[in-house]
């Protein structure tokens, strides 16, 4: 090849490689031309006509963004971040266009935003187009709110909370309100006994708000209404990541660990050890009393104080030593077993004193626990503290 048919091929390969920067350019300046027909078309609530725009536009923005020489270009970031926030604006009125209600497509769009911002003048205009989306979003949740549309109200305000963060704008008052309407609607929702619709709300809403534990909470109460101990447990999990020094929710929650598990020692109870399912079932009580001792013993690291943990800590170790013992009673003595499960018992019974002995500094004349703690030091051999709480107990009873 001589080097004039090179220099020729050289420039056939330039031209091509123009041309095709040209047609991409080009692609952008089109799909900004049809974006610009989407806002005329949605205030005349021509969803149809606003769709159809906005399928264009995205058609023709598209290969630009997954071109080399424009994928990076400021204005096709821009065009190609408010062509996809509309179409996830329209996936509420249009099933097939749901496919963008997702956290990919909201990545993208946030991606295309910081590209687009590094430009002066397309960092105004998408300040001034989230300005716009947000005061939009935000007089739609007040007017919802008002109505007691408790559920528009929420995606309204959540909508612009999101939307600010792709700028890195943190709104507390604009998350307050997500997080007040949604109470609202979770209030609403079990009113109507709608308690499966409460709960995917809330799987949503803690999605969105994964360090709010007021919503968890609700979770948490709703799928305990509906018998759902494991769904519970899930909500409680996020409860606790969003506020772990809530002395409140762990010593609630190892409560109705505590109710859980001696209602499943009840049924075994109705059962022979041979029966199918028992191990599985002795299995699951052992672990509901593991979780309520835990969550117990958490509340009280938080405040080694706290009245309603140390209660139900002692009544926890007092129930499990009176089971253990009424279980050795009922083995032969010959059994290899019968001095290892009165050992656990002995053992119960000894752990029982000390949140007692908590609670008791806080309650001094509470009878019952009074006479639980003469009972439960007599059983340690503590001869001196048993005579103390039994005189204790009698003049508490006396009164």
């Known amino acids: 090849m001589n080097f004039k048919t090179i220099k020729i091929a050289m420039l056939t390969g330039v031209l091509a490689i123009a041309t095709n920067l040209s047609a991409q350019n080009s692609n952008v300046v089109s799909a900004a031309i049809e974006y610009k027909k989407y806002m005329p078309a949605m205030m005349q609530q021509n969803m149809d006509e606003a769709k159809s725009v906005l399928m264009e536009a995205k058609n023709l923005i598209d290969p630009a963004m997954n071109h080399e020489d424009t994928k990076d270009d400021e204005k096709a970031n821009y065009y190609n971040g408010v062509i996809y926030f509309g179409l996830v604006e329209l996936s509420t009125q249009f099933e097939e266009l749901e496919q963008y209600q997702n956290e990919e497509t909201m990545n993208m769009i946030k991606s295309s935003f910081e590209k687009a911002m590094e430009s002066r003048k397309y960092k105004r205009e998408v300040e001034d187009f989230?300005?716009?989306?947000?005061?939009?979003?935000?007089?739609?949740?007040?007017?919802?709110?008002?109505?007691?549309?408790?559920d528009v109200a929420y995606a309204g305000f959540a909508g612009a909370y999101e939307l600010q963060k792709m700028i890195d704008v943190e709104d507390e008052d604009m998350k307050n309100n997500a997080i007040i309407s949604a109470r609202n609607h979770i209030d609403t929702l079990k009113k109507q006994d709608k308690n499966e619709e409460a709960i995917e709300f809330i799987q949503q809403a803690s999605e969105m708000f994964p360090k709010n534990s007021d919503i968890a909470i609700q979770g948490v109460n709703i799928s305990l209404d509906m018998g759902d101990l494991e769904q519970a447990e899930k909500f409680?999990?996020?409860?606790?990541?969003?506020?772990?020094?809530?002395?409140?929710?762990?010593?609630?929650?190892?409560?109705?660990?505590?109710?859980?598990?001696?209602?499943?020692?009840?049924?075994?109870?109705?059962?022979?050890?041979?029966?199918?399912g028992y191990p599985a079932k002795a299995?699951?009580?052992?672990?509901?009393?593991?979780?309520?001792?835990?969550?117990?013993?958490?509340?009280?690291?938080?405040?080694?104080?706290?009245?309603?943990?140390?209660?139900?800590?002692?009544?926890?170790?007092?129930?499990?030593?009176?089971?253990?013992?009424?279980?050795?009673?009922?083995?032969?003595?010959?059994?290899?077993?019968?001095?290892?499960?009165?050992?656990?018992?002995?053992?119960?019974?000894?752990?029982?004193?000390?949140?007692?002995?908590?609670?008791?500094?806080?309650?001094?004349?509470?009878?019952?626990?009074?006479?639980v703690l003469f009972q439960v030091h007599r059983r340690a051999g503590n001869t001196e503290k048993a005579v103390e709480y039994k005189k204790r107990y009698e003049a508490a009873a006396a009164e």
């Not at 989230?130 to 408790?150: C, H, L, N, P």
């Not at 929710?249 to 190892?254: A, D, E, P, Q, V």
């Not at 800590?313 to 059994?335: I, S, T």
Request: proline share 3%; charged share 25%.
């Open 130 to 150: 989230v300005d716009r989306k947000v005061s939009q979003a935000m007089t739609i949740g007040q007017m919802m709110f008002q109505q007691k549309k408790f």
């Open 236 to 276: 409680f999990q996020a409860a606790a990541d969003a506020d772990p020094q809530n002395k409140a929710l762990f010593s609630t929650m190892g409560s109705i660990f505590l109710s859980s598990a001696d209602k499943g020692f009840q049924e075994l109870q109705g059962m022979d050890v041979t029966d199918e």
């Open 283 to 371: 299995e699951e009580v052992e672990m509901l009393y593991t979780k309520a001792e835990n969550n117990l013993k958490r509340a009280i690291e938080i405040d080694p104080e706290y009245l309603d943990a140390s209660y139900n800590l002692g009544v926890l170790y007092l129930g499990r030593g009176q089971k253990l013992e009424q279980k050795a009673k009922q083995m032969d003595y010959n059994d290899p077993n019968y001095e290892t499960v009165m050992a656990k018992s002995e053992e119960m019974y000894t752990n029982a004193i000390d949140p007692l002995e908590t609670y008791i500094k806080q309650d001094p004349n509470n009878a019952g626990v009074l006479q």
